[in-house]
């Protein structure tokens, strides 16, 4: 990972170099007025303008007036931010530096102080966060993708290392424990497809894909907090390891409760065993509709289990359909036409029975109507359009609930 450092400390020298370059004939006072026109921006690294400016002016054009600033609601500035043009320079520390990017942006950035200020900051950024459309393949193809202005890239390490700064104070991840856990659990679903690689290293929760050892810039391990959100399941054992056939392959599971949502629910706790790689494929294969599979085909959780409990710690459930946690009054039920990113949709039979849980999931660029990620029973993990997998389970009608 030395490479990582090299390359970032050369364009963050590049960059303050680059405000070294000072042409008077342009006026600061004309772009910092274009806030109140337009909203946005005023420049970015792609405007001719942006190499006309000292730093210290470019970091005071990019900052919307006061009066503007105060009034706009926190889901613009939300926006605004996940699109802020300095958000690249995160990728110039190496991982040993990273936390000096949060004092570069608290020194310098309004729009993340008034953010971090307000009492629904936190929500709004992490649902803007959700709304990337993340395509693991760029990243795969080009992982240096990260590096240098993009806006899209640049959203998506911001929004995940935001993340793991929240969950590294204890304090401020309790505060903001269910919305930081539900995008952990959908955005974890989609960098699973990253190979390893330097974007992986940027885009994870977990521990680094890349040996820690490597000249000092591998990824840490998680704080305290962190992990203690991760393997404190709230799981308690009722018996014994035994024998479950899921897709004909027998799996060992321990039976149990998991607490959570205040009240227990059962469920079976993965112990060993898994599928050949022939049935794999083959399960991988059985799914005639053409979703975009986010995760292979394992038996170690059900689809309650991943919408519901915690899929990515160091084992899987498979749940009972979750009627205790939706009717104990800790867990809000929502309208369907008041649905949004991260909610828990739970669907019916025309008998009333559950069949299945997912989660709601940003809508792919270029598609409608709503999308879902969830578990396919002894199959893979896929996002799939709400009305195709009402049909594939045979559903006649869905609920929402928010935890």
Not at 42 to 54: D, H, I, K, L
Not at 119 to 148: Q, R, S, V
Not at 166 to 193: F, G, H, P, Q, W
Not at 335 to 356: A, L
């Amino acid at each position: 990972m030395k490479r990582i450092g090299i390359f970032g400390s050369w364009l963050f020298i590049i960059f303050c170099f680059s405000f070294c370059i000072i042409n008077v004939s342009a006026s600061s006072v004309d772009l910092k007025n274009r806030w109140y026109t337009d909203r946005t921006f005023p420049m970015n690294p792609e405007s001719p303008e942006w190499m006309e400016y000292g730093l210290a002016e470019n970091l005071d054009i990019l900052n919307p007036p006061d009066d503007l600033l105060n009034e706009m609601t926190t889901e613009e500035l939300a926006s605004l931010m996940m699109n802020y043009p300095h958000l690249w320079v995160f990728t110039s520390y190496g991982f040993e530096q990273k936390d000096i990017f949060w004092s570069y942006l608290s020194d310098n950035c309004s729009i993340y102080n008034e953010l971090m200020s307000r009492e629904d900051g936190i929500e709004c950024l992490m649902a803007e966060y959700l709304k990337t459309d993340f395509d693991a393949k760029l990243y795969n193809d080009n992982p240096c993708i990260i590096y240098g202005y993009n806006r899209d890239s640049n959203a998506e390490v911001f929004g995940c290392q935001l993340v793991k700064h929240m969950t590294s104070d204890l304090l401020e991840y309790n505060r903001y424990s269910d919305i930081l856990n539900k995008v952990i659990s959908l955005k974890s679903a989609e960098y699973l497809l990253l190979d390893d690689n330097y974007a992986k290293a940027y885009l994870s929760f977990e521990n680094s894909c890349i040996d820690s050892n490597d000249d000092g810039y591998g990824f840490e391990a998680m704080d305290d907090a962190y992990d203690r959100m991760m393997l404190s399941d709230g799981f308690t054992s009722t018996g014994s390891p035994f024998l479950k056939s899921i897709q004909g392959v027998y799996i060992y599971f321990t039976p149990g409760i998991y607490h959570r949502y205040g009240t227990d629910t059962g469920c079976l706790q993965w112990y060993s065993g898994d599928y050949d790689e022939v049935t794999r494929e083959s399960l991988n294969n059985s799914v005639a509709f053409p979703w975009y599979r986010l995760a292979q085909a394992t038996p170690k959780y059900n689809c309650h289990g991943y919408a519901w409990l915690n899929p990515y710690g160091p084992t899987g459930y498979w749940m009972e359909p979750p009627i205790l946690y939706m009717t104990n009054g800790t867990v809000t039920n929502v309208s369907i036409y008041s649905k949004q990113v991260g909610d828990t949709i739970v669907m019916y039979n025309s008998g009333g029975d559950i069949i299945h849980s997912a989660i709601i999931c940003p809508t792919p660029n270029g598609c409608s109507g709503d999308y879902v990620v969830s578990k396919l029973s002894g199959r893979g993990l896929y996002r799939s359009p709400l009305s195709e997998l009402m049909t594939y389970y045979g559903c006649a009608y869905y609920s929402v609930y928010r935890p």
